[in-house]
């Protein structure tokens, strides 16, 4: 490292996206650092901000103004994580001639070798390696002022609702798990079945299939609501988790189990 270098703070960029997992995780490896942290919010063009490209050092699957903001000066090290985020540090890394260090949180989805840092938890079972951190959970905690906030609006909901609260958080289809209107309902009928006097509130995630949520609707029985993650409306997500007696999750997403 040069003496330029060792006089200043180390240049670093934060890679952010649109899942919010994701982010939450890199924000906590961040809030650790001593230095300070340059966010880069990068958005996907319409049709890759859900279908997976083919994975190499590349910048063809952001939107034109994302890719633009990655511009020189090129940072000394880049924070990201997922897929289409890790593809954009490769990028950055070959536009630098090698200089910039890059920490991923997760998987690698190929090159377990070209990254200087792996913070990876227990369900991705890496191999021992030099530059893998291995972590039982993802670095995912609730915010504690959040869910302070978000009691009232938890007392609102119990005011407005039978009780016992059951809370239903639906993820989506990740390969092995599969997730459809039959299966939803079945786990409302075990909900109801153990508890017929009380209320059923789902809320559906960012992954959760448009076309589930549609027939879902139609088929709700009575006494359980539906929160859609794509509406416009207060997501109750949070005033759930501060005020629901029970909590049935989805196995898809180790994050929203976290």
Known sequence: MSDATQERSPNVWLLRGDKGGDNAQMDAVAAGLPWP????????????????????????????????????????????????????????????????????????????????????????????????????LPLIDVNHESLQAAKTAGAALRAEHPTPLTALMLGGITRPYRLEVEDVLAMIHSVQSQRPEGTVYLTTSRRTPRSLVDELRNRLPEGVHLHDWHSEAANPYMALLAAADHVVVTGDSISMLT
């Open 37 to 136: 942290v340059d966010v880069r919010h990068l958005k996907f063009r319409p049709g890759l901000d859900l279908k997976k490209p083919f994975f190499n050092a590349s910048i063809r699957h952001l939107e034109e103004g994302s890719a633009a903001a990655l511009s020189a000066p090129w940072p000394d090290l880049i924070i990201t994580c997922g897929r289409r985020l890790a593809m954009a540090a490769l990028w950055v890394q070959a536009q630098s001639g090698g200089r910039t260090r890059l920490v991923l949180i997760g998987r690698p989805k190929r090159w377990l070798h070209v990254w200087d840092l792996i913070i990876a938890s227990a369900q991705y079972q890496l191999p021992p390696r030099d530059n893998v951190i291995a972590l039982t």
